[in-house]
């Protein structure tokens, strides 16, 4: 099973500066099944990125992922209030099991 | 527009079943498959298992093995998840979501919160 780590557990930053979030994997990513999902309190997860760099449906384009193989990176180029709230990897592409990271918060500083 | 509407809040003894149904609609049922997720409180997000919407082949998370079942019923585009022998640490909130082996997430379920309480 591919276990995933995120980094940093959680990111304190203002409004307007910029967030790069890291997810390393403990073996290579096939084919870079790699996703990210928000999710704020009280709500299901929302789908961000997939494939590793490809926004999904609707996502504003300060979302960038980028990453392939063990490393992989998701920006927030400058964010909005809007855009607080935790943020996780998963990958899809090994079977046995689909898993997630732990998490990061960003967080109002 | 896409939607996965879940069953409502349970309350369950430990040693006790529960099943959570997800009915989707918006799209062809059978094309994509419905992976269960579920996430304890606080805690971070757990992979439970997939199954195809297409031929309800599954694949369960090795904790999970011999405790949890996953079936659809194609006639009415709904997908469930039955968990057996019920234990504390199984009180979370559960999540389906339309996606599975080599297909990201992209529609997600209201949620259902089991709580495990004797």
């Known amino acids: 099973e ?73 920006t927030i180029s400058r964010l909005e209030p809007e855009d607080f709230a935790v943020y996780y990897c998963q990958q899809y592409g090994s079977s046995p099991g689909l898993t997630f990271g732990g998490g990061t918060k960003v967080e109002i500083k | 527009q896409v ?11 430990p040693g006790a079943s529960v099943k959570v149904s997800c009915k989707a609609s918006g799209y062809t049922f059978t094309s994509y498959g419905i992976s269960w997720v579920r996430q304890a409180p606080g805690q971070g997000l757990e992979w439970m298992g997939w199954i195809s919407g297409y031929n309800g082949n599954t694949n369960y998370a090795q904790n999970l093995q011999g405790r949890v079942t996953m079936t659809t019923d194609t006639s009415t585009s709904t997908a469930y998840m039955e968990l057996r022998s019920l234990r504390f640490d199984d009180t979370a909130v559960y999540y389906c979501a339309k996606g599975g082996e080599l297909r990201y997430f992209d529609y997600w379920g209201q949620g259902t919160l089991v709580t495990v309480s004797s």
């Open chain 1, 2 to 74: 591919i276990v995933l780590t995120q980094s940093p557990g959680t990111l304190s930053l203002s409004p307007g500066e910029r967030a790069t979030l890291s997810c390393r994997a403990s073996q290579s990513v096939s084919s870079s099944y790699l996703a990210w999902y928000q999710q704020k309190p009280g709500q299901a997860p929302r789908l961000l990125i997939y494939g590793a760099s490809s926004r999904a449906t609707g996502i504003p384009d300060r979302f960038s992922g980028s990453g392939s193989g063990t490393d992989f990176t998701l």
């Open chain 2, 3 to 13: 939607q996965l509407v879940q069953s409502g809040a349970e309350v369950k003894k």
